[in-house]
């Protein structure tokens, strides 16, 4: 197998096919990486607003140079801005929106996504690695919907979307839908089911680069 | 664009349904959201089942929804006032159901049912008659009860001012259950004496983030429950 | 037996004598009735911050007449003012402050004390009486120290200071003394025990009072 | 008279002992109280168990206390950081245990700790490797875990603005673990930018009510930790 990024949706096309899919209003989680792009992509005469979940609703993008605070910044230490309208609340108050469901929806990346929707993105599982979890156990847990965005395969050409996660869980059966540069893919009942190609993209293509069995809808 | 205004009480609360679990604040006369009590009557909703520190005074705002018989049940930690005969007339006759609960047990539930905590431990009411029936628990040589969240269908909640992304302050001791209900309703319904625009309220002082309000109505001059008790008033 | 008011402190002194064993600045909670003299007794020099458990640390007295808000109340609804320093907090704060051990001292009325400490003071448990229990199982539960204030005789005679509570109970074990207009009595592992008796009343007198074996210490 | 102010950061932590645990808030370096943990490392206190959502960056603050062998183990979601080898060094040579936490379980915990709540039951974690040794219920259908409370001797933390009762506001997302710290530990020792009257903080606008609070310094001028980093300091 190629590289995967050669053909297919760019990370931008990515997180731009993401953000149409997000209705106008919602309340929304970003991880960090190619999920902060989406915030970039919101077609116009919508209104998200960006949770962080060290402290603050009504996100906005980063300050101008200098005009930034340190003590503004998001969940991946990046600093931000708030918008008018924002709130900022202490960790127990911002994970009690998490876990009591009031998020709406969080975009996260993923190391594998199993077709039974079981996630794994917190740590490979090596005896060296030093382990690390920050807040991604709670999200996938109680956000009401969770979605993947990621490269369809790692980087030697692995499938991320696979039969049964190998690496350490998540979250067990929590994510919905994930968008790959090659398709828009939802978890189902009955394992992952295709909801769009990108263009020039075959099912095929796709099917062979999947870890689990892929239906189209 | 994000506006949760409503136009008036009778439209913030045209979608309850009979059977709902209806979470309102207050305690006492302070926080008491009348106006969406009253549409509530108007509303004719039945059975419900209401979760609110109190009973209410005399025949207005939560007494007089009691005294319509809208109510198949209360959960309370204080069902008796000084100046209202309805919770204690509608009790004795068999038609009204109330769990009691210990206020701060009641505080906790409704909290946990907004943050996710499905159950929790707690050493209030242990060795009394509340006790009854609930599991009980030894951690670090201390008896604690389990306790079960509250969630509700929708909140009523009074508020002092509101910006139309939902953000919310309170005034004073009217504070009291109303953060902690608008976490724990699926639809929470806030009056509110001004709605302001976005970025109007100080980020900083936020009590509850707009993300637990789903509705922000705007009643300029709320009545107070003890005037209208002084003044004989009973709703409708 | 004859009604013990007659004798012994008045509830004014019953307060100023409870008053003089609070340190100086103690989180303290008053409950409703004769606690609530308490505040007025609060020796010279001291400060005490009273908390109010819908949502009020920092209470002060009631306003002047026509200077109330309907919206500032204390536990028994009565409206009352917020001194320099004070703080507004929703019902669950509140209730943590109370559960979490944070308050010094909780001051109640009682219905009766047993000797092994436990506090019967909500409910006769009549047939016909509607219950209502409010914050008092919380707060003997959770305050450092709980001190109830009493007549040390029901109207009718009836010892309130018992060998067992046969009222309903509010906790188990969590009355740590007791002040009466005859005596102040600690709650001891041995049971009751005076501390002090009021100036001209007899041991014996109080002992006669008293439905369970009572020390001195 | 109530007055919390102590002196310095010096006297703010001069009676931590070793072997105690300490809260330290947090996120990043939002909200991470430089001076007092510079303070705790002159102190010398050892074997300390440190409660803290990260690890520290570079080799100030945190990483500093770190890396002079102070701390036995740590509790901690992310102990992970681009720019600090000092807690992975001593991770990998067996020299400190960590607790792993969710983030939000963490948060609950300690504000469990705060609010007499010994344990709960949270979704957070379940069917993953966190989730080992952890007892696990059903509630409605859902699986969720058991977690305990976690409390403190003491905690550290940066704040905005504080009076001499210990009410405490905080400065933008540098709140984040503060107030539930500050509930959680037995001594409460509060940095602030600045130390006012009673009075001066509106009671509405309060986030931290001075009863959680119990030592008040004030650091004028506080160092932020990415600026020590990017200039190479290193603490001693």
Redesign the interface.
């Known amino acids: 197998m190629t590289n995967t990024e050669e053909i297919g949706w760019s990370r931008d096309e990515m997180a731009r096919r993401l953000a149409v899919d997000i209705p106008?209003?919602s309340?929304v989680n970003l991880g960090i990486g190619i999920p902060e792009l989406v915030a970039r992509f919101v077609p116009e005469?919508r209104?998200l607003?960006y949770?962080?979940?060290?402290?603050?609703?009504?996100m906005g993008p980063s300050p101008e140079k200098g005009a930034g605070?340190?003590?503004?910044?998001?969940a991946g230490?990046r600093q931000v801005t708030?918008?008018?309208?924002?709130?900022?609340?202490?960790?127990?108050?911002?994970?009690?929106?998490?876990?009591?469901?009031?998020?709406d929806l969080c975009v996260l990346g993923a190391m594998q996504v199993a077709c039974n929707g079981?996630l794994a993105n917190w740590?490979t599982?090596e005896p060296?690695a030093?382990?690390?979890?920050?807040?991604?156990?709670?999200l996938v847990?109680?956000v009401k919907s969770v979605y993947v965005i990621t490269q369809h395969c790692t980087k030697t050409g692995e499938p991320k979307l696979v039969e049964r996660c190998t690496y350490?869980?998540?979250?067990?059966g929590v994510i919905n839908r994930v968008y790959t540069e090659l398709a828009v893919i939802d978890v189902t009942p009955a394992g992952f089911e295709v909801v769009e190609l990108c263009p020039g993209v075959e099912f095929e293509y796709v099917r062979e680069r999947t870890g689990a069995p892929l239906r189209r809808r | 664009?994000?506006d949760k205004r409503v136009k008036g009480p009778g439209e913030a609360v045209a979608d309850i349904p009979d059977g709902a679990t209806v979470m309102i604040g207050g305690f006492g006369e302070a926080g008491s959201p009348v106006e969406l009590i009253h549409a509530l009557i108007d509303r004719g909703a039945r059975d419900l089942t209401v979760i609110s520190n109190n009973t209410g005074s005399g025949e207005v705002g939560l007494a007089a929804l009691l005294k319509a018989d809208r109510l198949a049940k209360v959960v309370c930690s204080f069902p008796r006032t000084a100046n209202s005969t309805v919770f204690p007339d509608l009790y004795r006759r068999g038609k009204i159901e109330l769990e009691l609960v210990p206020q701060g047990t009641l505080a906790e539930r409704i909290?946990a049912?907004?943050?996710?905590?499905p159950a929790f431990y707690t050493p209030a009411a242990v060795g009394t008659p509340l006790a009854e029936g609930k599991e009980s628990r030894v951690f670090d040589g201390k008896e604690y009860l389990l306790e079960r969240w509250l969630r509700a269908d929708f909140a009523l909640i009074k508020g002092q001012c509101a910006?139309?992304?939902g953000?919310v302050v309170y005034n004073k001791t009217a504070r009291n259950f109303g953060p902690i209900m608008a976490?724990a309703a699926k639809v929470s319904i806030v009056q509110v004496r001004s709605v302001v625009?976005?970025?109007e309220i100080d980020?900083?002082v936020?009590v509850t983030?707009?993300?637990?309000v789903d509705r922000v109505v705007e009643v300029p001059n709320p009545a107070h429950e003890s005037e209208l008790v002084a003044a004989g008033a009973s709703y409708p």
């Open positions: 106008d209003g309340y005469g209104t607003i949770h962080t979940e060290n402290g603050l609703l009504g605070d340190p003590e503004l910044i998001n230490k708030a918008l008018a309208g924002a709130a900022y609340f202490h960790h127990a108050d911002s994970f009690a929106m998490i876990r009591g469901g009031h998020i079981d740590s599982g060296d030093i382990p690390a979890v920050g807040g991604a156990m709670d847990a109680g350490p869980l998540t979250g067990r | 664009m994000i909290r049912g907004g943050a996710g905590i910006d139309t992304h953000n976490m625009s976005p970025g980020p900083e936020v983030p707009g993300i637990f």
